[in-house]
């Protein structure tokens, strides 16, 4: 699933470690990184921002629209391209499993459904997308349908239940 949104996403080479933790776990990291008590359903740490931003010059954020994407002509090309940079790591996305769960439940829905669209989400939050404003929201979360699209997920029209106030991006300085 991960890879084929990395390949939606025009990044075919990125890597991204993602660790699914419980509630307690994501309440811990939650707090310790960006001061609120409780769970959220998804973090993304990012290599890309920050003062060790620098270290990995061939991790950029994605364009912020699609059609100026460009994709490689050939896979050779990305193989010679990626070791001539050095590896494209991404971050860390951590989803709480149970609040995946309940999430899903709500919008009776399956969980794998529910986790892919996580990790989509965690995924854009490494790229430096983000939903603080209503446009950013609305543009991530057109981003989202349409990589889910492209991974075979239907995606409810607007992310986890208040997650706007829940989740977020985790700078790491």
Known sequence: MGEKALSALARPTAECSVLLVDD????ALNHAYRGVTGPTDVLAFSMTE???GATWPSSRACDESFDRLTIPTSVEGLRRGAQA???DLLGDVVIS????????RVRKRGLR????????HGILHLLGHDH???G??????QKQQVILAACGIRAPAMGPP????RAGRVRKD
Not at 24 to 27: G, I, L, N, Q, Y
Not at 136 to 141: D, G, K, V
């Open 24 to 27: 307690a776990a994501m309440a």
């Open 50 to 52: 920050g003062r060790f």
């Open 85 to 87: 940079e050095g590896p």
């Open 97 to 104: 499993a149970e609040t995946a769960r309940r999430q899903a």
């Open 113 to 120: 459904a529910e986790l892919a669209l996580l990790l989509v």
């Open 132 to 134: 603080g404003t209503p």
């Open 136 to 141: 950013e929201r609305r543009r991530m979360w």
């Open 162 to 165: 208040n997650h706007r106030a």
